[in-house]
């Protein structure tokens, strides 16, 4: 979904030189592109993580994009720097309380991308 807008516009500018070929993008978690890939029911694939060993098998990755990821904490929390090992932690459930930062006694409650998200992925393996 990262890169959503650019597979339009690219998968446009394609078809508008090819007339014989449709482009279908349907986006979805990293996990799930790559494993339409595997089963041959796509062509190319999506990811906004690396290939992980067990799926490398068969598989060629190539990065054409980097992105930036941002974590956002309510202006009110007292805890103001956060390392990606902590980050890592929070996501993973090892640290569950800001207590455990610094911060209040309060518990952290985590939103973020469902479980196939590649950028979920890289908060839970950084660690």
């Known amino acids: 979904m990262t890169l959503e807008k650019v597979i339009g516009y690219l998968s446009g500018a394609y078809m508008s030189e090819n007339a014989d070929v449709k482009v279908t993008y349907n986006p979805t978690g990293s996990g799930a592109g790559i494993q339409a890939v595997r089963e041959g029911r ?3 694939g999506l990811s906004s993580r690396n290939l992980k060993d067990k799926e490398a098998a068969n598989l060629k990755a190539e990065v054409v994009a ?3 990821i941002a974590v956002i904490v309510n202006t009110s929390n007292t805890v103001t720097d956060l390392t990606v090992d902590e980050i ?9 309380n800001w207590n455990e930062l610094g911060g209040a006694d309060s518990q952290i409650v985590r939103i973020g991308c469902e479980a196939a998200s590649g950028t979920r992925d890289g908060f839970e393996s950084s660690a």
Do not use: K, M
């Open 88 to 96: 890592a932690q929070i996501y993973t459930g090892e640290i569950t």
């Open 66 to 68: 980097i992105d930036g």
């Open 42 to 44: 796509c062509d190319i």
